[in-house]
Structure formats: structure tokens, C-alpha cells
């Protein structure tokens, strides 16, 4: 403490209850080709259903990568994604010039060019189903009570077609009302000059209550109307400052039925939101319009102003400004969004990449997906420069799919992975599943690598990391009508051989994990799933918890407080059947002078680690009637 020059008393606190922390072991980890979602970029994914909501509907391109992350999520509900950016994929516009991509929000941020006044918010051919509607800052464009009057003394009770003076002042989809008995509305669904088609709204059947009379005038309102509080006027933000005129409406919609299912669907309304570039709500939010749709939208950004808008203020500080009125709705359909051509090699590992610095993104468990040999090379490099999570990988579909020779298929997953070099941190397994996609009512078959990485996370909730994820306690596999390649025993001794763990289907026992090899060719502790995830597990908590050595002293004080860390985990371990044994050495016989004059801190940890059954020997012994079993136990 400091030292005190006069008397007096000085209270002081020293924490000496550190442990070693808790550490995540069950987040897996995944990158593909996905139909819709931002590109480039680690998203959190809970469950299937916020699988399909954030990166779409699985397809004939995109249904490998969906099911292996679909396959996690049976056992664990922390899977991390992300979706390749690849070639010849782009977002929807307005303007549909089919060259725009935007990849995620960082890159929206980064500035683009517009291509009209709206984009959808990630790239895919999902986004030509977006149609954005704007009710802009003029009441007249809300509703209209003048616009036009019937010009067609024939008309008669049910027709759905009239004649009017002047179709050009109504659209498509108004929303109109003739004045008559019973106050019913119809929305116009299609205007030939000045002949104009229409149905009940909002039930969209029967024709007219009662006859319309000749020259009566026409109420229309925006089709949306009923959707919003009112026609835009001004904001209660932008009218204290002395402007006028900033607000407008907007609608997003599936126009054809592709996102929801049913055309027309409403997707999001934006009631009264604001062209002023500095608008606030009253409880201090942005309302400005542009700001507003990418903090809230799940489905397109801003790109640009209105046209005239543009010429004028939109944008602009509220303070004493008259907005631009713009007096023409604006209906804008988006399109040329594209999916793109498959990911290759290059693109799958520059998404995987993103899992590469441990510091900032925790993962532990990384899915392959699909891919060949280099793919699955790339992955290993990832999980050896972490250092704390495994690659499950799976063969080639043409490897085991559609091969009717067992012996050919063992042949072909043989030497695929035989070209994969040796490594604990992967895990290989021997084929694909048979599963159901209910998205698309058919059966497909799917990597079983993203079933494996599961049985492991499932593993850590129901036992420890350091458990065997096969076998019939822990490793029967979800969601398997059947196996592309189910191999006999022989084949699965050639395959354990080959480091391949094979998955097999028994009768009345389902499908299962039955092997816990690495893919280490060296005989040791460590070509053993368990053993790698044990000292994952032990060194990713250790070394979480010696940080907080760092700039202390090297003294025995800071060693014996190490020590008393250290040892009482590693014997919470030992007595959840982890380990058999342990030591830790921090003491003066690792720490000599010229260690601690480097400034450095050396802990030696040995550790027995337990090990799992693989091989079951049960010898059956048959005696004489007269033998005592003593006299033969010891023979």
C-alpha cells in the first residue's frame, strides 16, 4: 500500500476467491450457401425456425449447407452462420438492374451505388417478391374525394366494371367508394383507359350492393389506407421548428407470394414516418424514414429519395423547412435479385474464415457442410490456429449417393479421407442420412457431419466434454429414415482403421454413432474424440482464468495463488471421471531466474485423461459340476 505520511487508517480490500471460469463448448459453427440473409458476416441462429426466417427456405443449391445446420440445431440451440458470398449473387431494387449486392449492414454502411429508391435487404431472387408502396407527403395522394365521377348510365346491380371520366386519376389498388346505400368499398384490379375492374375490400368477392348512379363521384383512398392512423401531415418534432409536410407512409409487401405464401401480404407498415433527416419520435428515437427502415426492417433498406423529393429537401433538417410534397404514389416492385452459381472452394473458405480469430468469435464445434478434400484442409487449418474446436467433416454425396455396391462405397469414403492429412482436431464420419425436407415435401440425403458435431454438444448438456459422443447412450442420430451407406462390421473395421467412424443402422436400435476416432494416424491419447475435447475443455478454462496473471509478479505468492486455481478444477474433473490423475508444477523448478527475467510464467499440468471403451471382451467359462468356482478364477 502507499505509505502514509501522518496517521491515520487506510482500508483496503484484495480479492483471493478467483476460479477457473466456465467455458463454452457446445456453439457450432457453420458457413454456406444460403438462399437470403446477410452475406459475410457470424449470425446467431436458436433454432430451425429462426434458421429458416433469417437465411430462407432450403433449395435444390442450398439444401446441403441448410440440413447440415438444420441437423445441429436437433441437439443444441447455439449454432453460429454464416452465408458465402458468392459469385453472381444480388439484392432485388427497385430499378431491378440486377447488379447491386449488398452484403450486410457494415457493407450498407460502407456506402453503394442506388439502383432506385429501394433495395432488399440481402441478396437472393427472394427479393423479386418485395413490392414497397409509398403514401407520400400530400393528403390527396391518401384520399381523394373528387377525383373522378362514373360516366356509365348502364350500370347495373353486381357489375364489376365501370366506366368513369378520367381512369388516369385513379391506380391500381385504390380503394374506392361510389356514395352508395350500405357504404361498401372495392379495390381497383385493373384500369384500360377509363374502363375500371374492381372486387369488394377487403373480402375481394361479390360486386356492387346496389346500383351505381351515372355521375356520381368517386371517394379514392391509397389501398393501404386502413393499415395507418391517417393521411401524412406534418410531425409534431418537425411543426415545433418551424417546418411543414414531412411525413409519409410505407408499405412493404410480398406482392407474388413468395416469402409468405399468399400475394399481396402485408410484410410491414411504417406509419408517419419522416423525410426530415434529424426527426425524432417523441420518446427520442430516430423517425426518419431512412433511418427507421435499417433499424427495423427485415426486408429492405433505402437506397435513394423519391424523384422529386430528390430535386428537393427530402433529407434535409427540420428546422423552418417546407418538404418537397410529392403528389403520385409510388408502387415499386423489386427485381433482378439473383441467387448466384454455387460457392466455390475459395468463397466457402473465406466464410469460414470468419471463425478464425478465438478472441473475438467462441465456437467450438465447425460443421463442414458439403465440400472436398481441400474444403475440409481449409477447416482443419481454422480449428488448429484456434486451438479449441474440432472440424466434423463428411465425405463426397457422389462417394456413398447413388452407389448400389457397398464394397465400391467403402472404397470411395476410404480414399477420400485417406487424402486428408492427419489431424485430432477433425472428426470424420462415413456418409449421408435419408431425411425428410418438409419445406419442399421430399425426401433428401443430407451430410451427417452437422449430426456428429450435435451428438457432441448434446454430449456436454447431458455428461461432460469429455465423454464419448458414440454409442447407444449418447450417439443415436435424429431424423434418419435410412443411411446411403450403411456398412457391415467387416466394413466398419476397415473403415476404423482409416480413421472413419461409421455410422450404422440396427434393427430396433436405430441409426448410431459407432466410432470415437479422430483423424490422427499416430497411435496416442489423443486420436480419441473424447481425449481432444477434454484438453480443449481444460485448456480453453486454464488459460481463460492465468490472464489475470498477466503483470503480476513472478513470485512464489503469485505461483502458490496459480496452484490453488488450478487444483481444485482439475479435481472437480477427476471426480466427474475426466481424468485419473493430475499434477501442477508452478514453482521454482519451472520458474528459474532466467524465465522470471524474461518476464515470463511457466505451469506444467500432467494429466492422465480416462478413456473410452472400445473394444468389449466377455469370455463365457464352462465348469464341472463339482468344481469350486475359486479354483478356476485364478487359472
Not at 60 to 80: D, G, K, W
Request: one cysteine or more; glycine letters at 10%; a negative charge.
Amino acid at each position: 500500500m502507499a505509505f502514509q505520511v501522518s496517521p491515520g487508517v487506510v482500508v483496503q480490500e484484495k480479492d483471493l476467491t478467483n476460479v477457473i471460469p466456465a467455458v463454452a463448448t457446445t456453439i457450432g459453427a457453420i458457413a454456406g450457401q444460403f438462399s437470403q440473409g446477410p452475406m459475410d458476416e457470424v449470425v446467431s441462429i436458436a433454432s430451425e425456425k429462426e434458421l429458416v426466417e433469417t437465411f430462407g427456405k432450403p433449395d435444390s443449391n442450398t439444401f446441403e449447407y441448410f440440413f447440415s445446420a438444420a441437423s445441429f440445431l436437433q441437439y443444441s440451440s447455439s449454432l453460429r452462420v454464416v452465408r458465402a458470398t458468392n459469385t453472381g449473387a444480388f439484392n432485388a431494387t427497385a430499378s431491378g438492374g440486377g447488379a447491386t449486392l449488398i452484403k450486410n449492414n457494415s457493407d450498407y454502411d460502407d456506402g453503394f451505388t442506388p439502383d432506385g429508391l429501394w433495395a432488399a435487404r440481402t441478396a437472393g431472387a427472394w427479393g423479386n417478391n418485395i413490392k414497397v408502396s409509398i403514401c407520400p407527403n400530400t393528403a390527396s395522394a391518401y384520399e381523394n374525394t373528387s377525383a373522378t365521377t362514373v360516366n356509365d348510365a348502364s350500370t347495373a346491380v353486381g357489375d364489376t366494371t365501370i366506366t368513369v371520366d378520367d381512369g388516369s386519376t385513379l391506380n391500381v389498388g385504390d380503394i374506392i367508394n361510389f356514395g352508395e346505400a350500405g357504404g361498401y368499398e372495392y379495390r381497383i384490379t385493373a384500369i384500360a383507359t377509363n374502363d375500371v375492374t374492381f372486387v369488394r375490400h377487403p373480402s375481394g368477392t361479390g360486386g356492387l350492393h346496389t346500383a351505381v348512379v351515372d355521375a356520381s363521384t368517386i371517394r379514392r383512398r391509397w389501398r393501404y389506407y386502413d393499415l395507418v392512423s391517417g393521411a401524412p401531415g406534418t410531425s409534431a418534432y418537425t411543426s415545433a421548428r418551424g417546418g411543414s409536410n414531412d411525413e409519409i407512409h410505407v408499405v412493404v409487401v410480398d406482392e407474388d407470394g413468395g416469402i409468405t405464401g399468399t400475394a399481396g401480404e402485408v410484410l410491414e407498415v411504417y406509419d408517419s414516418v419522416s423525410v426530415a433527416g434529424d426527426a425524432k419520435t417523441p420518446q427520442g428515437d430516430s423517425n426518419y424514414y431512412k433511418d427507421v427502415i435499417y433499424n427495423r426492417s427485415q426486408y429492405i433498406y433505402w437506397t435513394a429519395h423519391e424523384s422529386t423529393g430528390a430535386a428537393g429537401n427530402w433529407g434535409d433538417p427540420a428546422l423552418g423547412v417546407t418538404f418537397t410534397a410529392v403528389s403520385a404514389l409510388n408502387d415499386a416492385s423489386l427485381s433482378g435479385g439473383a441467387d448466384g452459381s454455387a460457392a466455390s472452394v475459395a468463397e466457402l473458405k473465406t466464410a469460414y474464415e470468419r471463425y478464425q480469430d478465438a478472441d473475438t468469435v467462441d465456437v467450438n464445434l465447425i460443421i463442414a457442410g458439403k465440400g472436398d478434400s481441400a474444403h475440409i484442409d481449409n477447416l482443419i487449418t481454422v480449428a488448429e490456429n484456434r486451438k479449441d474446436a474440432i472440424v466434423f467433416a463428411s465425405p463426397e454425396r457422389t462417394d456413398v449417393v447413388g452407389v448400389t455396391s457397398s464394397t465400391t462405397q467403402t472404397t470411395n469414403v476410404k480414399a477420400f479421407f485417406d487424402g486428408i492429412r492427419s489431424s485430432s482436431y477433425v472428426v470424420f464420419d462415413s456418409g449421408y442420412k435419408y431425411t425428410y425436407d418438409k419445406y419442399n415435401d421430399v425426401f433428401r440425403y443430407v451430410p451427417l457431419n452437422g449430426d456428429i458435431a450435435g451428438l457432441s454438444a448434446r454430449t456436454d448438456l447431458i455428461a461432460d466434454s469429455w465423454f464419448s459422443p458414440a454409442g447407444f447412450n449418447r450417439g443415436v442420430i435424429r431424423g434418419a429414415v435410412k443411411l446411403a451407406y450403411n456398412p457391415s462390421k467387416t466394413q466398419r473395421d476397415e473403415l476404423y482403421r482409416a480413421r472413419i467412424n461409421p455410422v450404422v443402422t440396427l434393427p430396433g436400435q436405430g441409426t448410431v454413432l459407432f466410432g470415437d476416432k479422430t483423424g490422427l494416424s499416430t497411435p496416442s491419447a489423443f486420436d480419441r474424440i473424447n481425449v481432444r475435447r477434454l484438453f480443449i475443455t481444460l485448456e480453453k478454462a486454464i488459460s481463460t482464468a492465468s490472464k489475470f496473471q498477466l503483470f503480476e509478479f513472478n513470485d512464489e505468492f503469485t505461483r502458490a495463488q496459480f496452484r490453488n486455481i488450478v487444483e481444485p478444477f482439475l479435481r472437480d474433473v477427476q471426480g466427474r471421471r475426466g481424468v485419473t490423475d493430475f499434477l501442477v508444477v508452478c514453482d521454482t523448478s519451472n520458474n528459474t531466474g532466467d524465465v522470471i527475467d524474461r518476464n515470463e510464467f511457466r505451469a506444467d499440468i500432467f494429466v492422465k485423461p480416462n478413456r473410452s471403451i472400445n473394444f468389449i471382451q466377455l469370455q463365457f467359462v464352462a465348469t464341472r459340476t463339482g468344481v469350486a468356482f475359486e479354483e478356476v478364477v485364478g487359472a
